[in-house]
């Protein structure tokens, strides 16, 4: 079994930064792919952004060059660093891990931006 926990949420004003954590605790093996994603009210689940355990990593188009996802192996814990915020980057923020065909989510963060 996998557990994950998110932190790092809060509001922001438009323009600012924010880092979330995701930080995996139990079985955790050597290859698996971290994944971020986000859901506003209203609006369908969107994947923001993943990195796999060689370290490539993938972004919406939405926040291309303005967010970073990295991987610290020896935490096993996922971040991502968010810039340059805008109000439609407001969301929860879930992470998500894929290993050995199993899946976990954490519970959620919730990240709030003001214009």
Sequence with gaps: ?????ESGGGLVQAGGSLRLSCAASGNIFSVYVMDWYRQAPGKQRELV????????????????GRFTIS??????????????LKPEDTAV???????GGNLYWG??????VSS
């Design 107 to 112: 519970q959620g963060t919730q990240v709030t």
């Design 71 to 84: 991987r610290d192996n020896a935490k096993n814990t996922v971040y991502l660093q968010m810039n340059s």
């Design 49 to 64: 952004a993943n990195v796999a355990s060689s370290g490539s990593t993938n972004y919406a188009d939405s926040v291309k």
């Design 1 to 5: 079994q996998v557990q994950l926990v």
């Design 93 to 99: 923020y879930r992470c998500r891990m894929l290993q």
